[in-house]
T-cell receptor, first 114, second 115 residues
Framework: NAGVTQTPKFRVLKTGQSMTLLCAQDMNHEYMYWYRQDPGMGLRLIHYSVGEGTTAKGEVPDGYNVSRLKKQNFLLGLESAAPSQTSVYFC?????????????FGPGTRLTVT | AQSVAQPEDQVNVAEGNPLTVKCTYS??????LFWYVQYPNRGLQFLLKYITGDNLVKGSYGFEAEFNKSQTSFHLKKPSALVSDSALYFC?????????????FGSGTQLTVLP
């Protein structure tokens, strides 16, 4: 099993450009998440999904959109990139149902906006 | 609202000595607590979690953590540190009754084990 994979690994954008980050998981997990990691701030939740066709806002959703058309994929879009979106982006997934299910993380995408 | 504090940005310990990475939390209800580790240029890896029951939780790579409800703490410990334990450690919390498994992470503690 590959677990959680992310594409691309690195990207440099100019201000105002758009891009889509792809996350895929092969563990049949119900829940998927997008986080951003900035120095000294831990991970902050951008958007999440509790199942195919559903999405919801997290702590820092502004400037991002997401879609979950297939259970195994979760896409994060930046419509008009800004320098403040320079960050490392992580996707994660977890099982549904009750209980303290841990999240499984992808390797990350390092995005620089100039 | 829920929050996590990791009061130490950096912890240095000599190889073979015991290590502790501190975490305190704040939730309005019963918590699930987690520890994750991040090696350079990698994603987060799950180490251990507290769900219910025994306050001492054992996890991967010889790590353990103790849940202390009265002090709202969940410190990570290891009896004998290895150089390979050097990494960034994150504590995370979520409410038992919370929706969608939303985790709140601490800001991270950089652990350096000196040979």
């Amino acid at each position: 099993n590959a677990g959680v994979t992310q594409t691309p690994k690195f990207r440099v954008l100019k201000t105002g450009q758009s891009m889509t980050l792809l996350c895929a998981q092969d563990m049949n997990h119900e829940y998927m998440y997008w986080y951003r990691q900035d120095p000294g701030m831990g991970l902050r939740l951008i958007h999440y999904s509790v199942g195919e066709g559903t999405t919801a806002k997290g702590e820092v959703p502004d400037g991002y959109n997401v879609s979950r058309l297939k259970k195994q994929n979760f896409l994060l879009g930046l419509e008009s990139a800004a320098p403040s979106q320079t960050s490392v982006y992580f996707c994660a997934s977890s099982q549904g149902g009750q209980g303290g299910r841990e999240q499984y993380f992808g390797p990350g995408t390092r995005l620089t906006v100039t | 609202a829920q929050s996590v504090a990791q009061p130490e940005d950096q912890v240095n310990v000599a190889e073979g000595n015991p290590l502790t990475v501190k975490c305190t939390y704040s939730v309005s209800g019963n918590p699930y607590l987690f520890w994750y580790v991040q090696y350079p240029n990698r994603g987060l890896q799950f180490l251990l979690k507290y769900i219910t029951g025994d306050n001492l939780v054992k996890g991967s790579y010889g790590f353990e953590a103790e849940f202390n409800k009265s002090q709202t703490s969940f410190h990570l410990k290891k009896p004998s540190a290895l150089v390979s334990d050097s990494a960034l450690y994150f504590c995370a919390v979520r409410l038992v009754s919370g929706s969608a498994r939303q985790l709140t992470f601490g800001s991270g503690t950089q652990l350096t084990v000196l040979p």
